[in-house]
């Protein structure tokens, strides 16, 4: 049996994960449902978007972008400090949650895995992608 290979990328990881915390928190919004990107800080003019909503994205605002850009583009913009300590616990969990489909797991980035199957037969396999 052929090995089989399954990459995993969180979809905007940072603002995905930002938005689980603060409603795990009570924190009464959704930032994927409004403009908005996880980015620097916008009052000392550092950062660029790290992440950005569906909605940012029709705006045009591009990862990468510095804040200034963004906000010339969004006005009514909600632009969310990051905070890595969500990140990295949100990375692990996925990861951990990834071995118990596969032991071999091989991280690529933050939000970002390849998953090997040696013993999944193809129908299989396309079962669990979808």
Same mark, same amino acid.
């Given at each position: 049996?052929?090995?089989?290979? %399954?990459?995993?990328? =969180?979809?905007?990881a940072?603002l995905s994960?930002?938005?689980? /915390? *603060?409603?795990? %928190?009570?924190?009464?919004?959704?930032?994927?449902? =409004?403009?908005?990107?996880?980015?620097?800080?916008e009052e +000392?003019?550092?950062?660029? =978007?790290?992440a950005k909503? =569906?909605?940012?994205k029709?705006?045009?605002?591009?990862?990468? %972008? +510095?804040?200034? *850009?963004?906000?010339?583009?969004?006005?009514?913009?909600?632009?969310v400090p990051?905070n /890595?300590?969500?990140?990295?616990?949100?990375?692990k969990?996925?990861?951990? /949650?990834?071995?118990?489909?596969?032991?071999?797991?091989?991280?690529?980035?933050?939000? *970002?895995c390849f998953l090997?199957?040696?013993?999944?037969?193809?129908?299989?396999?396309l079962?669990l992608? /979808?």
């Amino acid at each position: 049996m052929a090995q089989i290979i %399954m990459h995993i990328d =969180v979809n905007s990881a940072f603002l995905s994960w930002t938005a689980a /915390y *603060e409603k795990q %928190m009570g924190i009464d919004r959704d930032i994927r449902e =409004v403009a908005s990107v996880i980015g620097g800080k916008e009052e +000392s003019r550092h950062g660029i =978007v790290l992440a950005k909503s =569906v909605i940012a994205k029709k705006f045009k605002i591009q990862t990468g %972008m +510095s804040l200034m *850009e963004a906000r010339k583009l969004c006005p009514n913009l909600l632009v969310v400090p990051p905070n /890595y300590s969500i990140y990295v616990r949100a990375s692990k969990i996925l990861r951990d /949650y990834l071995t118990t489909y596969t032991p071999d797991v091989r991280v690529f980035g933050i939000d *970002e895995c390849f998953l090997r199957f040696t013993d999944l037969k193809r129908e299989e396999a396309l079962k669990l992608a /979808y």
